[in-house]
């Protein structure tokens, strides 16, 4: 007992600190895969809700939007941690990430007492994109090629006139990764990209990726690794190593584009991890990693959290 009452002292400054802010969430498709994962972090999202912290959610579906894929007849073509679009896997993504992940998440949350609205970036003109022109990428072995992404849409503009009436209400909303050109035309979004212009739009204390590892490691072959705190001077040689790769490094490249926007701090967690989202948020060690900008990290050091 008294263990649980040192921890709810321990977070009383952050429950404090948190009040009526914004955090985007988004939840990566190996959390998702899981009903009793997606189920805790129900749990978790319901509590940050309890304590009046305006939260909005954004998902992907990559894995689950690969099964499918290949139960169709085609295996999907990924190129440095990003989907190539074809047309046909359009129709997977809008299949998976709007109907079946959409629901499944937006059921998990009312079986907690969350109110939440499923939404796409089509909705309400919330995300605007244009399609991608072919692009030259530097893919994780190193090399340059020119790749097409093909149905895949950069973000241009975010109108978050529609959030701004949920939040205020109560309401989460639970954003799927697509959007639309200017003329109705649907395209596949990058889901961490999406969190990121939401975040930035919405002038968010928080963004957090929620993923299938427990953050950013120097090694991936040694979970000791792990970068608990980094601003982007500190990213820079790993970037420039390829030691970021697949499908981590648009999180990192998601991560610098926010604070850079004014995000003050970005975290990448194992979101599988028992409370890992509440470990993150609410405690002065943290679980994963922590990506703040330069004139942030001698406030944090000074603040201890």
């Known amino acids: 007992m008294s263990e649980m009452i040192r921890s709810l002292k321990e977070a009383l400054d952050y429950t404090r600190l948190y ?11 190996e959390v998702l895969g899981s009903r009793k994962v997606l189920d805790e972090v129900a749990v978790q999202v319901a509590l940050l809700e309890s304590l009046s912290v305006r939260v909005v959610l954004v998902h992907g579906g990559g894995p689950q939007a690969t099964e499918l894929s290949r139960r169709l007849g085609f295996e999907p073509q990924m190129v440095a941690g990003r989907r190539v679009t074809t047309p046909e896997a359009l129709e997977v993504a809008k299949m998976v990430y709007a109907g079946q992940l959409n629901v499944d ?60 009436q949920l939040l205020p209400s109560g309401v989460v909303p639970v954003i799927a990764s697509l959007a639309a050109d200017a003329q109705g035309r649907p395209l596949n979004v990058n889901a961490d990209s ?49 030691a970021v ?9 998601a991560c610098l584009r926010a604070v850079a926007g004014g995000v003050r701090r970005t975290h990448i967690i194992d979101g599988r991890a028992p409370d890992a989202l509440l470990v993150e948020l609410f405690t002065g060690h943290g679980c994963g990693t922590m990506i703040v900008a330069s004139r942030e990290a001698a406030e944090y050091e000074a603040q201890e959290w």
């Open 194 to 242: 999406l969190a990121e212009a939401l975040a930035r739009s919405l002038k968010a204390k928080k963004l957090v990726f929620m993923t299938g590892a427990p953050g950013l490691l120097r090694d991936l072959a040694d979970p000791a690794s792990l970068v608990a705190f980094a601003t982007p001077d500190d990213l820079t040689g790993l970037l420039a190593s390829g």
């Open 105 to 164: 998440v937006l059921s998990a949350l009312r079986a907690r007492g969350v109110r939440a609205v499923g939404l796409s970036g089509i909705d309400a003109g919330l995300v605007t994109a244009t399609r991608r022109p072919p692009v030259e990428v530097r893919d994780d072995d190193g090399a340059t090629r020119t790749v097409d992404y093909g149905e895949v849409g950069d973000i241009e503009t975010v109108d978050t006139a529609v959030l701004d």
């Open 245 to 253: 790769r697949g499908g981590m490094r648009p999180k990192v490249e």
């Open 19 to 29: 009040r009526d802010q914004t955090f985007v969430i988004k939840v990566g498709g």
